[in-house]
């Protein structure tokens, strides 16, 4: 399990425990981007404490996508068949970890988190936030012609072959942009994905990073992929001619 850390220190013993507790042969891989609140050394003495934990310390914030393409690449490294992603700040409930692994198990390539379908919900997230997401889900899903519901969840399991049969290193996005164009990638490998509902808590403790920038990124990125999409079928179209 990769979990990218910037300032978790509250949440990341709860999260370690709680993630251990519903899934004991997990482990966790936190990648922290220099947290100036101790996160990694807290991490650290977890790990010493309950092992199954290790952390990838890196010099500078520098973005969940690049926090999570070196994640993945060291736990593929390091042997494992099963990938998840999943946040610190426990919006992403721990207990549910065992049924998206299921899945993957059960021949998915990606199993997504999904706030979107039904039995899904998000609870006490203000309504801003909410329907930036539920608009970002449609607008993205909507120009790519995904049919995915949330395509913008943070809480996935993949397959480890899935992820190198997509190149996953070669995603650019840094942001929530980088959930979407996983997810797009998947898709244009012909990976197959299964959403499973999940009920996502706002954050309690902690600082969101979630920034203009970000969504700014995540809307050029859905008409950058649409125009290479486009650009490529028309290539191949006039190949074929
Ligand atoms: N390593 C690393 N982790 C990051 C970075 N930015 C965010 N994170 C972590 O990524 C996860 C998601 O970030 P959040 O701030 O919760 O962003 P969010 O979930 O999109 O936004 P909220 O709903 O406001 O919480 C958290 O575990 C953060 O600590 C970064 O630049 N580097
Ligand atoms: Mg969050």
Same mark, same amino acid.
């Given at each position: 399990?990769?979990?990218?850390?910037?300032?978790?220190?509250?949440?990341?013993?709860?999260?370690?425990?709680?993630?251990?507790?519903?899934?004991?042969?997990?482990?966790? #891989?936190?990648?922290?981007?220099?947290?100036?609140?101790?996160?990694?050394?807290?991490?650290?003495?977890?790990?010493?404490? #309950?092992?199954?934990?290790?952390? %990838?310390?890196?010099?500078?914030?520098?973005?969940?996508?690049?926090?999570?393409?070196?994640?993945?690449?060291? @736990?593929?490294?390091?042997?494992?068949?099963?990938?998840?992603?999943?946040?610190?700040?426990?919006?992403?409930?721990?207990?549910?970890?065992?049924?998206?692994?299921?899945?993957?198990?059960?021949?998915?390539? %990606?199993?997504?988190?999904?706030?979107?379908?039904?039995?899904?919900?998000?609870?006490?997230?203000?309504?801003?936030?909410?329907? %930036?997401?539920?608009?970002?889900?449609?607008?993205?899903?909507?120009? #790519?012609?995904?049919?995915?519901?949330?395509?913008?969840?943070?809480?996935?399991?993949?397959?480890?072959?899935?992820?190198?049969?997509?190149? +996953?290193?070669?995603?650019?996005?840094?942001?929530?942009?980088?959930?979407?164009?996983?997810?797009?990638?998947?898709?244009?490998?012909?990976?197959?994905?299964?959403? +499973?509902?999940?009920? +996502?808590?706002?954050?309690?403790?902690?600082?969101?990073?979630?920034?203009?920038?970000?969504?700014?990124?995540?809307? +050029?990125?859905?008409?950058? %992929?649409?125009?290479?999409?486009?650009?490529?079928?028309?290539?191949?179209? @006039?190949?074929?001619?």
């Amino acid at each position: 399990m990769v979990v990218p850390t910037y300032n978790e220190i509250d949440n990341i013993e709860r999260l370690c425990r709680e993630v251990l507790d519903a899934a004991p042969n997990v482990q966790i #891989l936190v990648v922290d981007d220099g947290s100036p609140d101790g996160t990694a050394e807290k991490a650290e003495a977890l790990g010493r404490e #309950l092992g199954h934990i290790t952390v %990838l310390r890196r010099t500078e914030k520098n973005g969940l996508g690049r926090a999570y393409r070196a994640g993945l690449r060291r @736990a593929i490294d390091d042997g494992a068949e099963i990938c998840v992603q999943m946040d610190a700040d426990l919006s992403h409930d721990p207990s549910v970890l065992p049924a998206l692994i299921a899945n993957v198990e059960h021949g998915a390539d %990606l199993a997504i988190g999904s706030r979107y379908v039904p039995g899904g919900r998000t609870v006490n997230w203000p309504k801003r936030r909410r329907q %930036l997401s539920r608009w970002g889900n449609r607008y993205a899903a909507g120009v #790519l012609g995904l049919a995915i519901n949330d395509a913008t969840a943070g809480y996935r399991a993949y397959s480890s072959a899935a992820l190198e049969r997509m190149q +996953f290193e070669s995603v650019k996005a840094e942001g929530y942009g980088f959930q979407v164009e996983m997810t797009y990638r998947l898709l244009r490998v012909d990976g197959k994905i299964v959403e +499973f509902p999940i009920t +996502f808590h706002d954050r309690i403790d902690g600082v969101s990073k979630m920034s203009g920038g970000i969504i700014k990124e995540a809307l +050029f990125l859905v008409i950058k %992929l649409w125009v290479s999409d486009f650009k490529g079928r028309h290539r191949r179209r @006039a190949e074929g001619a």
